[in-house]
């Protein structure tokens, strides 16, 4: 089955503290993005990958890293974490045919 | 640049009424439309999308979609609600320019009453 894979899903969290959300797809897919979604504001992006090697900032990249070492998995990292990045996180594949392919979603709260 | 609105923040109506979601568009270019749906704890789910040709389109679960480029609009219809339609509804857009990158709209909650 086509997936792409959060984890973790729920996380409560403190100001400072890094921490790390994996995604994980296995459709082959070469782009991949991150974004977060908060109330009135739709999705925005955060940072997204061609492929392999190649990242780039998305509209809201601040306080957010990502790396791209292989082409399965596209990691989220908040180095030192803020109240205001308390959202809700999707992964996203680009399929063949045009679409976006979303993970499950991971809901972090900083406090 | 790209932008997407979404006039409505909240959708009610009867089950087996009509309904239409709005979304208006800014692009550069020829747009590639979406519509995605979200469900209560779940992740975006991708309903149908306008690339090229026939300017009504269909997706899953009975939905479609009007292309006007005059107006720049691309609305969600369904000729008979469901109680199980009752999600979250984002539109979005791509220019057909070569990059991938996709703005979504607001969302808008559509509620359908029994």
């Known amino acids: 089955e086509a997936q792409v894979t959060q984890n973790p899903r729920y996380l409560i969290t403190v100001t400072g503290k890094k921490l790390t959300v994996t995604c994980s797809q296995n459709?082959?897919?070469?782009?991949m993005s991150w974004y977060r979604q908060d109330p009135g504001l739709g999705l925005r992006q955060i940072y997204y990958?061609?492929?392999?090697?190649?990242?780039d900032k998305g509209d809201v990249p601040e306080g957010y890293k990502v790396s791209r070492k292989e082409k399965r998995n596209f990691p989220l990292i908040l180095e030192s974490p803020s109240p205001n990045q308390t959202s809700l996180y999707f992964c996203?594949?680009?399929?063949?045919?045009?679409?976006?392919?979303f993970g499950e979603g991971s809901r972090l709260t900083v406090l | 640049a790209q932008s997407v609105a979404q006039p409505e923040d909240q959708v009610n109506v009867a089950e087996g009424n009509p309904l239409t979601v709005k979304c208006t568009y800014s692009?550069?270019?020829?747009?590639?439309l979406f519509w995605y749906v979200q469900y209560p704890n779940r992740g975006l789910q991708f309903l149908l999308k306008?690339?090229?040709?026939?300017?009504l389109v269909k997706g899953s679960y009975g939905f479609e979609a009007e292309f006007n480029k005059s107006q720049t609009s691309f609305h969600l219809k369904k000729p008979s609600a469901l109680v199980s339609d009752s999600a979250l509804y984002f539109c979005?857009?791509?220019?057909?320019?070569?990059?991938?990158?996709?703005?979504f709209g607001a969302g808008t909650r559509l509620f359908v009453k029994a």
């Open positions: 990958s061609m492929n392999v090697e190649v990242t």
């Open positions: 996203a594949t680009l399929s063949n045919t045009g679409e976006l392919f």
């Open positions: 979005a857009v791509r220019a057909n320019t070569g990059g991938f990158k996709t703005i």
């Open positions: 692009v550069s270019g020829n747009p590639y």
């Open positions: 459709m082959n897919h070469e782009y």
């Open positions: 306008y690339i090229t040709g026939d300017n």
